[in-house]
């Protein structure tokens, strides 16, 4: 029986002490860790260089395929009114989507030398000699020894980079306004009522897509996960759905030039007033559509998913391809490429050559040209003299 111990009942003694002996020290097995000792020391990794994310990678491919394939449909679209529905669906939103993740990781571009040199190298020289390039090959490949070479007029798909260069330089400004993105969409509305712009630098372009680069600067992560949830994925599926029908409605109504963004309304004899309208109605359409392709992309690593890093290399090659076709009367000759057949064969064939653009070999092959070297054309950083 258990008994209480009496308050009188004397303590113990404690027992005799001893000389302390040495602390052996104790390695505890994997399975046992005393539960008041520090933890053991592990060896920690060097810090890991930052990883791509495999998700803007899977943006990026797919957004290029869609841009070469828009590309090469354009000449052979004409007898087609579900091509030409499918090519106005396209063309409403993959260069928006483009635009928008180039103004997401434009974020942190300050006017510090590094980035500075970076755009130079990545942005302003690419465009020079792709520039350069496209002008000569139009004038040796289609036979047009009146074309000039010049850096103010951009040509075929070069406009893209000059408009980056400007966009980027200008993320400082965007970054301190208190509201930019109404700010953006009223130069926008106001371009597309300015037939006095003109051609040069392709400004009627930088200014009408100019949201969506600052829409991108606005962005967070945790607006992408948004996108991509499960409910955004199911609603994205009507929504195709009914652009597509509406599409194919307005098809033989809508002027294509709308949906290019390099004139002003006037210059399309259109009222002075639908540039604004349709500045705002286009911009609605292309984040809705831009939005619905985003929660579709895969999040995960996929085949292609490495060729992310290489679609400077798919966008800026894909044009000879296109424009070599064009200027040596391929679709002249073969009337049958604008046939169902057709159009799918011109389709697949596009979408191949782009991924072979995009893959690693050509972007190492290409880098003389995308990503120069060019220390020697910059001053060294003063601390490092």
């Known amino acids: ?33 005393p539960t008041n000792a520090a933890p053991i020391p592990t060896e920690v990794p060097p810090k890991a260089a930052k990883r791509r994310d495999p998700y803007f990678d899977n943006v990026k491919y797919l957004a ?41 990781f434009s974020r942190t571009f300050d006017m510090s030398s590094p980035k500075v040199k970076r755009l130079i190298t990545g942005v302003a020289v690419p465009y020079v000699l792709f520039e350069t390039a496209y002008s000569l090959f139009k004038r040796y490949v289609d036979d047009s020894p009146d074309t000039s070479i010049t850096l103010v007029d951009p040509l075929f798909l070069t406009w893209f980079l000059i408009a980056l260069f400007i966009w980027r330089v200008t993320t400082p400004i965007w970054l301190t306004l208190r509201h930019p993105l109404p700010v953006a969409l009223a130069i926008a509305m106001l371009a597309s009522v300015s037939p006095d ?38 609603l994205a599926l009507p929504l195709f759905a009914g652009a597509l029908l509406f599409a194919y409605w307005i098809a033989p109504r809508m002027q294509l030039g709308w949906l290019y963004r390099a004139n002003s309304a006037q210059e399309m004899d259109a009222p002075w007033w639908s540039g604004a309208v349709m500045s705002l109605a ?94 020697w054309a910059f001053r060294k950083d003063p601390a490092k003299r």
């Not at 828009?70 to 106005?88: K, Q």
Request: charged share 15%; hydrophobic share 50%; proline share 8%.
């Open 282 to 375: 286009l911009f609605g359409c292309a984040l809705a559509l831009t939005i619905g392709f985003l929660a579709w992309v895969p999040r995960r690593n996929m085949w292609f998913t490495v060729l992310g890093a290489g679609t400077i290399c798919g966008y800026l090659l894909h044009g000879f391809l296109i424009k070599g076709a064009v200027y040596t009367g391929l679709f002249d000759r073969h009337t049958w490429l604008s046939g169902p057949v057709g159009l799918v064969l011109v389709s697949v064939v596009a979408a191949g050559a782009v991924t072979l653009m995009c893959s690693p070999p050509v972007a190492r092959a290409l880098k003389f040209a995308t990503e120069p070297d060019m220390k």
């Open 197 to 234: 712009i003109g051609d040069d630098l392709d400004l009627q372009r930088v200014f009408q897509f100019l949201p969506f680069f600052v829409l991108g600067l606005l962005m967070k992560p945790e607006h992408f996960q948004l996108i991509r949830r499960r409910e955004v994925r199911l």
């Open 1 to 33: 029986m258990f008994q209480a111990p009496s308050v009188f009942t004397r303590a113990p003694l404690p027992p005799a002490t001893r000389e302390p002996e040495p602390r052996r020290e104790q390695t505890p097995t994997p399975t046992t860790t």
């Open 64 to 104: 290029i395929v869609l841009v070469a394939v828009a590309h090469a449909w354009e000449p052979v679209m004409d007898g087609s009114r579900a091509t030409r529905a499918l090519y106005m669906i396209v063309y409403t939103f993959h260069m928006p989507a483009f635009i928008l993740i180039s103004g997401y």
